[in-house]
C-alpha cells in the first residue's frame, strides 16, 4: 500500500484549503485511515482519524468544527477538508494508513504535504 497526499499550500489566516490522500496498491486491504500533522520542533499529532466504511470519525479538539475527515473507497481517497484556517495550523500533514498483510496488521504514512498559514 503507498499513499499521496496533495493540496498543501500557503493559506492566509480564516481562508480554507482541500487535502486529499490517494491510496494505491493493495487497496483492499485498507482499514482506518487518519490525518497527522507535525509543526516544526513538535511531535507528530493526529488530527482526524476514519473507520474503513467511513461511518466514524474522530478529531482533534483543536480542529473540532473546522476540519471534516471523509474517504471514498471507491476512488480510494481520503480527504481533509480544513476551514477557518489559523497560523497554528501550519504543519506538514501526513495520511496515514492501518491495513492487514499475512494476518497482520501494518501501516504506512504518505511524504507529507507541507500547509502554511499566514496571519
Known amino acids: 500500500v503507498h499513499l499521496m497526499e496533495s493540496g498543501g499550500g500557503l493559506v492566509q489566516a480564516g481562508g480554507s484549503l482541500r487535502l486529499s490522500c490517494a491510496a494505491s496498491g493493495d487497496i483492499f486491504s485498507i482499514d482506518d485511515m487518519g490525518w497527522y500533522r507535525q509543526a516544526p520542533g513538535k511531535q507528530r499529532d493526529l488530527v482526524a482519524g476514519i473507520t474503513a466504511g467511513g461511518r466514524t470519525t474522530n478529531y482533534a479538539d483543536s480542529v473540532k468544527g473546522r476540519f471534516t475527515i471523509s474517504r471514498d473507497n471507491a476512488n480510494n481517497t481520503m480527504y481533509l477538508e480544513m476551514n477557518s484556517l489559523k497560523p497554528a495550523d501550519t504543519a506538514v500533514y501526513y495520511c496515514?494508513?492501518?491495513?492487514?498483510?499475512?494476518?497482520?496488521?501494518?501501516?504506512?504514512w504518505g511524504q507529507g504535504t507541507l500547509v502554511i498559514v499566514s496571519s
Open positions: 496515514n494508513a492501518v491495513y492487514s498483510e499475512t494476518g497482520r496488521f501494518l501501516e504506512v
